[in-house]
């Protein structure tokens, strides 16, 4: 199983932007697809985006749509969540899973590893 950590949480005024990496270990992540989740205050965990195993087909959220963009380095094995134009209710704690497949969804039950989650707070 791979492990995941993210990292690059903070602090963000409402318009500006966040960088979220999730390093993984224990396994490569060519053969994984990728996913971000985000849990808000008092709410349960929802879908951000999601990244095939090449890299070559994303999702995403309807609320984050350009605004967000999942990316990955495999030869790092990393991947990334670039957050452009963050707003209040973006505040959350963010999460990386990992599924290994070829096929990216959007379901919290699809995915089999999780990071401990970053923090972010957008304020307003």
């Known amino acids: 199983q791979v492990q995941l950590v993210e990292s690059g949480g903070g602090l963000v005024q409402a318009g500006g932007s966040l960088r979220l990496p999730c390093a993984a270990s224990g396994q490569t992540l060519r053969t994984y697809c990728m996913g971000w989740f985000r849990q808000p205050p008092g709410k349960e965990r929802e879908f951000v985006a999601a990244i095939s195993n090449g890299g070559t087909r994303t999702l995403y959220a309807d609320s984050v749509k350009g605004r967000f963009t999942i990316s990955r380095d495999n030869a790092k094995n990393t991947t990334y969540l670039q957050m452009n134009s963050v707003k209040a209710e973006d505040t959350a704690v963010y999460y990386c899973?990992?599924?290994?497949?070829?096929?990216?969804?959007?379901?919290?039950?699809?995915?089999?590893?999780w990071g401990q989650g970053t923090q972010v707070t957008v304020s307003s």
């Open positions: 899973a990992a599924r290994p497949s070829i096929i990216p969804l959007t379901t919290v039950n699809g995915y089999n590893s």
